[in-house]
T-cell receptor
Framework: SQQGEEDPQALSIQEGENATMNCSYK?????LQWYRQNSGRGLVHLIL?????REKHSGRLRVTLDTSKKSSSLLITASRAADTASYFC???????????FGKGNQVVVIP | SQTIHQWPATLVQPVGSPLSLECTVE??????LYWYRQAAGRGLQLLFY??????ISSEVPQNLSASRPQDRQFILSSKKLLLSDSGFYLC???????????????FGPGTRLTVT
């Protein structure tokens, strides 16, 4: 079953602005991951945050995790036109080899 | 380095025809393998996953089946396609247990299937 649920579904911003998207889940997790999908392509792994971590950075990406609220956020700073894509969160409950993906956020960065 | 291949890239098939999609991984051994389907504008639905040769777990009952005849080969099949089988099919792999441990999945380029 799909655990992750991203909010909002679609986001349109100007180049240089920050983009924030959220994800909520329902059960205990081992880690939470964010992926990017360009139109018509496969998904690309962006960042993973473990259940015992609260914040993680990778380049212009910042991920937070609040296990008490069962939610995560992905922040893209100083957005670029190339960041236009759909972004998915995925939860790993551990021990079952599977990820549960959310419905995705579509982000459009206007040059 | 590891790479993952899927073919064909696009496919148009009539209702009731058979289906065979192939996925192969290079540069790793004993990977976990996954088949997902993505409907237009939707998230990913896990269809099958495999932790070893001949070991297939089905997530959703449907008219699709999967097989893993070799360590790095994963095949998605159907005997008779339905209109509802249309979608974007993605294969993915992850390092299995043992050796390097990694939680993230690596996706292939996908197959766009249209059933007419």
């Amino acid at each position: 079953s799909q655990q992750g649920e991203e909010d909002p579904q679609a986001l349109s911003i100007q180049e240089g602005e920050n983009a924030t998207m959220n994800c909520s889940y329902k059960t205990s997790i081992n880690n939470l991951q964010w992926y990017r999908q360009n139109s018509g392509r496969g998904l690309v792994h962006l960042i993973l945050i473990r259940s015992n971590e609260r914040e993680k950075h990778s380049g212009r990406l910042r991920v937070t995790l609040d296990t008490s609220k069962k939610s995560s956020s992905l922040l893209i700073t100083a957005s670029r036109a190339a960041d236009t894509a759909s972004y998915f969160c995925a939860t790993d409950a551990g021990g079952n080899n599977r990820l549960a993906f959310g419905k995705g956020n579509q982000v459009v960065v206007i040059p | 380095s590891q790479t993952i291949h899927q073919w064909p890239a696009t496919l148009v098939q009539p209702v009731g025809s058979p289906l065979s999609l192939e996925c192969t991984v290079e540069g790793t051994s004993n990977p976990n393998l996954y088949w997902y389907r993505q409907a237009a504008g939707r998230g990913l639905q896990l269809l099958f996953y495999s932790v070893g040769i001949g070991q297939i777990s089905s997530e959703v009952p449907q008219n699709l089946s999967a097989s893993r005849p070799q360590d790095r080969q994963f095949i998605l099949s159907s005997k008779k396609l339905l209109l509802s089988d249309s979608g974007f099919y993605l294969c993915a792999w992850r390092h299995g247990t043992g050796g390097r441990w990694s939680y993230e999945q690596y996706f292939g380029p996908g197959t766009r299937l249209t059933v007419t």
